[in-house]
């Protein structure tokens, strides 16, 4: 009985698309609600007016940076190939990584980051075939 390859399951692509979703998600609020959106990196938002302005115009940067990343996902995932969608899979843990680090040096929240990127490193692992040789 032949068994098709790790790399071929199906829902390897609709665990990208859950990791995608979320991601828009994520953009979605960091552009509607800044201050909510800032709490998922445990850092407060400044007091002063001019001070705030800056922080929601980057959580809009941060947002648009967020969909950008589940539309790529969202786009590989449903025409083009699997490689494609584990390599950009990968890409979005090494920004949940850097996202993590930025928080862990204001002192804490890192883990809103770093508990997922594992996942998405796995999934796109998968998918570019490193258990297809098991």
Known sequence: MATSSFSQWPSLRIAASVFA???????????????NALEFFELEAPAAASDKKLVDSLMVIYGARDIFMGLAIYSAAYFGDR??????????????FVDGAVCRAHGKG???HWGYAPMLTAVGSVLLGVLDRV
């Open 21 to 35: 979703t979320l991601f828009i998600g994520f953009g979605i609020n960091g552009i509607v609600r800044p201050e």
């Open 83 to 96: 490689r494609t969608l584990g390599w950009i899979l990968i890409a979005g843990s090494g920004v949940a």
């Open 110 to 112: 890192e883990w809103n």
